[in-house]
């Protein structure tokens, strides 16, 4: 029995050192990241075909996603404000619901997905073949043309594609309301805009470069970081979306705090 407790105790404490310790790793790479990204030379190139890959590539798959998300709101949504005699409040509430929480949370998971482990598994693919060691022996600086393209591109794209699917999200919005009724698209865009204040767009808005942060920083650092052996390279896919989307929603949950405490 002793013995039992002893190794619960000790695999309890292995578990909690490795946690702290990853932690302590992803902080010195993030410094390291804000110490690489204000010296130059600048890879204005890698960044700009990172932010094609990362933006116009996601595009359809946000496009899809952001049309479901408005179109499934206002048809799960309208039978419950019908009850109520509420129906004329659909598109205010479908408007809310996407921009606050739905959209940048959906979007930012769906590019954690993609996009945090195809950064993973990209790296960690270079890493296990040496690449990286080939690029450091011919005076390119890995870290600056690898990581702080991909992250500040992921920075940059990932707030874009929430707005685009607050957008296709709002379109969805309206035939959702048009399958079951006829309201003219400019009074729902009336209602739309009315509805909306600062208060809920600049909450929303700030937080997804934090999700595009992490999203990008997260990946870098799986795949930079990976051990040697092809194994490896899925493992380090893997744990980025995993570890990406959780602090998707960690990030989410300080925001809305602290939006309810200053605004």
Not at 28 to 46: G, I, N, S, W
Not at 173 to 191: A, E, M, P, T
């Amino acid at each position: 029995m002793s013995n039992t407790l002893a190794d619960k105790k000790e695999s309890i404490t292995v578990y909690l050192k490795d946690n702290f310790n990853d932690i302590g790793e992803v902080t010195l790479f993030a410094t390291r990241f804000f110490r690489e990204v204000l010296k130059p030379p600048y890879e204005m190139k890698e960044f700009i075909k990172q932010c094609y890959i990362i933006g116009y590539k996601s595009l359809p798959l946000v496009t899809i996603t952001g049309f479901i998300m408005g179109l499934v709101l206002t048809l799960q949504s309208r039978p419950t404000l019908a009850k109520f005699g509420a129906e004329s409040w659909l598109p205010s509430m479908v408007a809310l619901s996407l921009i606050r929480e739905i959209a940048p949370v959906i979007t930012a998971l769906i590019c954690a997905g993609k996009v945090s482990s195809g950064i993973g598994a990209e790296l960690g693919s270079m890493k296990v073949t040496e690449q990286i060691d080939a690029m450091e022996v011919s005076a390119i600086n890995p870290f600056k043309y690898l990581v702080v393209t991909r992250i500040l591109a992921t920075t940059l794209m990932i707030p874009l594609l929430v707005i685009y699917s607050d957008a296709i999200g709002v379109i969805g919005g309206y035939i959702g309301i048009n399958i079951h009724g006829d309201v003219n698209l400019y009074r729902y865009l009336s209602q739309v805009l009315e509805a909306i204040t600062f208060s809920d767009i600049f909450p929303a808005t700030m937080k997804t470069f934090f999700f595009g942060f992490f999203i990008g920083m997260i990946g870098c650092f799986k795949g930079y970081n990976a051990a040697n052996g092809t194994e490896s390279v899925g493992k380090a896919a893997n744990s980025a979306v995993v570890t990406a989307s959780l602090s998707i929603f960690i990030i989410d949950m300080i925001a809305v705090q602290l939006t309810d405490l200053f605004l």
